[in-house]
């Protein structure tokens, strides 16, 4: 099994990276082979609404790292998707990058993925946002969870982890085990089937 992790904050070591990384790492003591994308590593460049990627086979116009990432999400079993909130929704980066999934859509909004490998492309949508109060932005997370199910996504699990003013994350310890049975389960889950 693999399972890739895109980490969508201009933080490379925040709190981002460390909740993806920690579901990783429970999959990872179960056995998945897993990959980490750092947002602030790439080359994304915003979509320029050329639709070149809908006209012939040549995909989208744009060279840079999108490249990287939609062969290893076209490789990976579960995806996991991580970003910090800021000003009430996902960061900049993660914008970015899911205003460039627009080339995996067809122009009637039907799914890139074929019927076939669409039930195999789990996500994982994590959150995380310095405010305490959960139910907060919940409208927006329920929003971006309809728009990677609308991807062909099959949305296992949204953690979204709050109250970050109140120190750093890494310092929550059952936050910790949760988040690595997270991991554990997407592998755990495979080997039932």
Known sequence: MKIIGLMASPRKEGNTAWIVNKILEGAREQGAETQCFNFGDLDIKPCQGCWACHKGDQ?????????????AMDHADTIVFGSPIYMMQMSAQAKIFIDRMFARFSPRYSPYFQEENAAQKKLILTFNQGNPDSDLFQSYIDY?????????????EVPVVTGLRNGPVHEKEELQTALKNIGSSLVSERLLK
């Not at 309809?146 to 296992?156: I, P, R, S, Y």
């Open 144 to 156: 971006t969870k309809h728009m990677f199910e609308l991807l062909e996504f099959d949305v296992k």
């Open 59 to 71: 995909g989208c116009i744009i060279k840079d790292d999108m490249e990287k990432l939609n062969d």
